[in-house]
């Protein structure tokens, strides 16, 4: 569902790669598959 908003927000068809879970060469598709958060909230790199 995530993967469909960002294809309907970017206007255009998507390419993603689940190996890297990426958008391969699309930047601004890959800026939107995560937010930054507000001090002292974080997402941990690894859970």
Partial sequence: CHLANISY???R???FDPA???FPGD???NRQ???KYRPP???PEKV
């Fill in 9 to 11: 927000r970017t206007g």
């Fill in 13 to 15: 068809k998507l390419n």
């Fill in 20 to 22: 890297t879970e990426t």
């Fill in 27 to 29: 930047a601004e598709a």
């Fill in 33 to 35: 598959l995560s937010r």
């Fill in 41 to 43: 909230f974080v997402v």
